[in-house]
């Protein structure tokens, strides 16, 4: 049996990185990480890695299978709604996640009307989740929701050869969801004001898709679907190791992004509950199996987040049970490994 851990925002930038990891005791953690070989990733974000791993060319027609739709041979596009504040200078997003049905039906049957003659069609499976369906796939390079949530977008427009473009059919929806009805009625009890999209993952489906492993644990929404989405079924992370313990041959696959969910809600305090967690029930857990014979091998790739400078890219540590017993190879504090 092996174990592949997949985990967004384990590193933080040198500024936030010397008060994240302050006080904290990951002897486990830095253990699989100094007797670990490492390599660099080729791909950066969770969004690129779970393409990877299933076989898909993008996220949206992806997460569209698996929410109920139909992508067929059409080109789509996420176009999750969102709440764009000023902030001083900077033009912050916030996702948004409390639509009801009908209120997302309202907004996307406007936006249809409205660019009924320009090939766009809007749907919303799922009140918080859009699609774009387009007539022809556009030249154009965008950046996922989780990576610009709580940020400046001015550094993650979209670009391209059709970003120009782009920029404007933004300026010209968020002009026509800035003066809806629904928006009107949500300001009236205080609730976020839907004033933009954001368009991201765009791609046709695959024929099909693979499944990397016997079983998925995930807190990630996006892994979910896509292991739905590839006919497997999903299954919470294990508190104590029992996922692992069943004696199954195969690859257990555990996608664990409450870093990366504290992170966009700017909650340093919460990252590190969520690490300490990931610690004591899973890092733990994990190496002592590893020592004893039940697991042959743990691959922890580290990727892209919030939290990581674009440069940084991803990181694969890969521990074979012998590499366990390396006492030698002294353990460091994660700041080090980060760095």
Same mark, same amino acid.
């Given at each position: 049996?092996q ?5 967004p925002?384990?590193?933080?930038q040198h ?5 994240a990891y302050?006080? @904290?005791?990951?002897?486990?953690l830095e253990k699989l990480?100094?007797?670990s070989?490492?390599t660099?990733?080729?791909v ?9 791993a299933f ?8 997460s569209?299978?698996a ?5 067929g ?7 999750d709604?969102v ?5 001083g200078?900077?033009?912050?997003l916030?996702?948004v ?12 049957d406007?936006?249809?009307r ?5 090939g766009?069609h809007?749907?919303?499976p799922?009140?918080?989740h859009?699609?774009?369906?387009l007539e022809?796939?556009?030249n @154009?390079a965008t950046?996922?929701l989780?990576q610009?949530?709580g ?14 473009h782009w920029h404007r ?5 968020q002009m026509?969801?800035t ?6 009625a ?6 976020w @004001?839907?004033?933009s999209?954001?368009p991201?993952g765009?791609?046709f489906?695959?024929?099909k898709?693979v499944q ?5 644990y995930t807190d990630s929404?996006?892994?979910?679907a896509?292991a739905?989405?590839?006919g497997?079924?999903p ?6 190791g029992?996922?692992?313990?069943t004696g199954?041959a195969g690859?257990?696959?555990m996608?664990?992004?409450g870093l990366r969910?504290?992170?966009q ?12 967690r990931?610690e004591?029930?899973?890092a733990?857990?994990l190496l ?6 039940r ?5 922890l790739?580290v990727v ?5 400078a ?6 694969r540590y890969?521990l ?14 994660l700041?080090?490994y980060?760095?």
């Amino acid at each position: 049996m092996q174990v592949h851990l997949v985990i967004p925002d384990l590193f933080l930038q040198h500024e936030a990185a010397s008060k994240a990891y302050s006080g @904290l005791r990951l002897p486990a953690l830095e253990k699989l990480l100094a007797r670990s070989a490492a390599t660099a990733l080729p791909v950066a974000t969770l969004e690129t890695w779970l393409c990877a791993a299933f076989g898909a060319e993008a996220v949206a027609p992806v997460s569209l299978l698996a929410e109920g739709g139909h992508p067929g041979t059409a080109y789509w596009l996420r176009a999750d709604p969102v709440h764009l504040m000023l902030r001083g200078s900077e033009v912050v997003l916030h996702p948004v996640a409390s639509l009801s049905v009908d209120e997302a039906g309202q907004f996307c049957d406007s936006l249809n009307r409205h660019f009924s003659d320009d090939g766009l069609h809007f749907i919303a499976p799922h009140p918080d989740h859009w699609y774009l369906r387009l007539e022809r796939a556009p030249n @154009l390079a965008t950046h996922p929701l989780a990576q610009v949530a709580g940020r400046d977008i001015r550094d993650f427009l979209p670009h391209g050869g059709d970003a120009l473009h782009w920029h404007r059919l933004l300026n010209e929806i968020q002009m026509l969801l800035t003066a809806h009805p629904v928006n009107a009625a949500r300001e009236a009890r205080g609730g976020w @004001l839907i004033n933009s999209i954001w368009p991201w993952g765009g791609g046709f489906a695959p024929e099909k898709l693979v499944q990397p492993c016997a079983r998925m644990y995930t807190d990630s929404g996006l892994a979910a679907a896509f292991a739905r989405a590839a006919g497997m079924t999903p299954l919470s992370l294990p508190g104590d190791g029992a996922g692992w313990r069943t004696g199954e041959a195969g690859i257990i696959l555990m996608v664990w992004d409450g870093l990366r969910h504290a992170l966009q809600h700017g909650d340093l305090g919460e990252w590190r509950v969520s690490l300490q967690r990931f610690e004591d029930h899973c890092a733990q857990p994990l190496l002592h199996d590893l020592r004893l014979g039940r697991i042959e091998k743990v691959t922890l790739d580290v990727v892209q987040g919030q939290g990581m400078a674009p440069e940084q890219g991803g990181r694969r540590y890969t521990l074979r049970r012998g590499g366990a017993w390396q006492f030698w190879r002294w353990a460091k504090g994660l700041g080090k490994y980060a760095a």
